[in-house]
């Protein structure tokens, strides 16, 4: 079995910082793009970012300049460094990744839980 969980969401001020971490655990043979998605109260789930094992990353418009993802291969392991945040980020960040489990035929999607980030003064 593969689990993925993420941490650090929270309440920060506009204008605040937070880092999401996401680590994946189980029966993993590879680990290939890992993403940050977020769904707010009444919208659809959306893509924040993504990055390659090799590093390319890949950014909504929406956060360009303000959040930045990295990750630890070693750790199966993916952060999410949020900067400059603003009201209309509020929303639970939910962390991906594509998994070829040992033993597996292909790769297959694995989401987490969730995080509640808020934004609020």
């Known amino acids: 079995q593969v689990q993925v969980v993420e941490s650090g969401g929270g309440l920060v001020q506009p204008g605040g910082s937070l880092r999401l971490s996401c680590a994946a655990s189980g029966s993993i043979a590879s680990i290939g793009r890992m993403g940050w998605f977020r769904q707010a109260p009444g919208k659809e789930r959306e893509l924040v970012g993504s990055?390659?094992?090799?590093?390319?990353?890949h950014y909504a418009d929406s956060v360009k300049g303000r959040f930045t993802i990295s990750r630890d291969n070693a750790k199966n392991t993916v952060y999410l460094q949020m900067n400059s945040l603003k009201p209309e980020d509020t929303a639970v960040y939910y962390c991906n990744a594509a998994v070829i489990a040992i033993l597996s035929r292909g790769s297959r999607d694995y989401w987490g839980q969730g995080t509640q980030v808020t934004v609020s003064s």
């Open positions: 990055i390659t094992t090799g590093g390319s990353t």
